[in-house]
């Protein structure tokens, strides 16, 4: 059964939400501490989680930066912030959809079936049908836990952010190939234009130094004279 985590601090909007949540045939809990619900969401391993932008102490934003820095879990924001730009701002900061309130709940329901569809598979919440099995890519050795957010080096792993691992999975896609930084780009938005050049450099330090903690210090190499980033190949040899 899905687990579905409530970042609301509305206790009517989230109790509703739940009970509607559940009888879709979902499994739902609400967040108990607003001042740090890491913790919470780190016991309670949710498939998707629905999140306020307002909220005490720190704002969605902030906390969706946190998340997206240990998991890659599906992220709805439900907020009565109409706005484009917050929209925009959403996106940016890691998530996966949005839902301005008041809340239709059945149109929620669809966006909640559809994120979960798109990220563990076809499924029949009806029928309490558990998660698609863990995908994992391999290049050389060096494995890429799609369901996990790791990067696996022989005995070692490593936690990867949301959009670390959309750049490792390019790279391990295209491998021994250059990727050029537009590439990269489209693969960290649909649209390229909400995310500037620096960004992806740091993402991709990022990444390069998670790489360099698993024993890979040369996986990613820029190449010299060229906007653009590939994965050196020897750096997987045994």
């Not at 809990?29 to 909220?55: G, T």
């Not at 996986?219 to 994965?231: D, E, K, M």
């Amino acid at each position: 059964m899905y687990r579905i985590f409530i970042v609301e601090d509305d206790h009517k909007i989230s109790a509703v939400l739940k009970r509607n949540i559940e009888k879709y045939g979902f499994e739902a809990s609400c967040v108990s501490q607003f001042r740090d619900i890491i913790p919470e969401i780190a016991a309670y391993e949710p498939h998707l989680i629905m999140l306020d932008i307002n909220l005490p102490y720190f704002d969605g934003y902030y906390w969706c930066r946190q998340i997206r820095t240990k998991s890659n879990v599906p992220i709805i924001f439900i907020s009565a912030r109409a706005g484009e730009m917050d929209q925009v701002m959403a996106i940016d900061h890691g998530g996966d959809d949005y839902i301005t309130k008041p809340i239709h709940l059945d149109l929620l329901i669809a966006k909640v079936r559809s994120v979960l569809r798109r990220v563990y598979g076809d499924y029949s919440a009806s029928t309490g049908l558990a998660p698609s099995p863990e995908n994992e890519l391999n290049v050389q050795g060096l494995r890429l836990n799609l369901s996990r957010n790791e990067l696996i080096w022989q005995n070692h792993k490593t936690q990867i952010s949301k959009n670390e691992q959309l750049l490792a999975e390019c790279f391990i896609h295209q491998y021994g190939k250059t990727v050029s930084r537009d590439q990269l780009l489209e693969t960290l938005w649909d649209n390229a234009q909400f995310v500037d050049d620096n960004t992806l450099t740091v993402n991709v330090a990022r990444l390069r130094k998670k790489l360099e903690e698993l024993g890979l210090p040369n996986a990613i190499a820029t190449v010299r004279g060229s906007v653009a980033v590939w994965v050196y190949c020897s750096s997987y040899s045994r």
